[in-house]
């Protein structure tokens, strides 16, 4: 007695030609379904994907180290520079006559406004040297700092 999957192979042509169709036709269905388990699969192959990136761009850049370091200390002491003078002019603000003050109070909001603009370059410097395979995840959240503080000048 024959077996239905060898009377339809049969019927069909071939055994072979059923057991890759139902085959064909499984995968199929399997590719239909993204589960969980496949999403983090993808999620991690991608991380590790990134990393191998970065640390292969780490390698070929080497050479702009001293350039690169020399612009991260730059712009990360102009921003803590302006962030420190707007603290201590805030400050100074209380200890003079309140025409002064004023003058003071509003200096110390424009210094402390360009130096939130350069927060967003900060965010990049400060991830790219302690937090570089989550690089990624920075990046965005930067990049929407630059974009707001350019809207806002705008305005």
């Not at 200096?107 to 991830?127: H, P």
Request: charged content about 20%; glycine content about 10%.
């Amino acid at each position: 007695m024959l077996g239905i999957g060898q009377f339809v192979g049969r019927l069909f042509g071939s055994e072979k030609a059923v057991d890759a169709a139902i085959t064909g036709f499984s995968k199929g269905l399997d590719k239909l379904i993204y589960t969980k388990e496949e999403q983090s699969d993808a999620a991690r192959e991608d991380t590790k994907e990134f990393r191998l990136v970065m640390v292969e761009w780490f390698k070929n850049s080497q050479g702009q180290n001293l350039s690169r370091r020399l612009l991260a200390i730059g712009i990360a002491f102009c921003w803590l520079g302006m962030f420190l003078i707007s603290c201590a002019v805030h400050v100074s603000a209380m200890f003079v006559d309140p025409e002064l003050a004023s003058k003071l109070q509003g200096s110390a909001q424009l210094i402390g406004e360009n130096a939130e603009r350069l927060n967003g370059a900060v965010m990049l410097i400060i991830g790219f040297y302690f937090a570089a395979p989550h690089l990624g995840a920075i990046i965005k959240p930067a990049m929407d700092k630059f974009s707001s503080s350019s809207n806002t000048q705008k305005k």
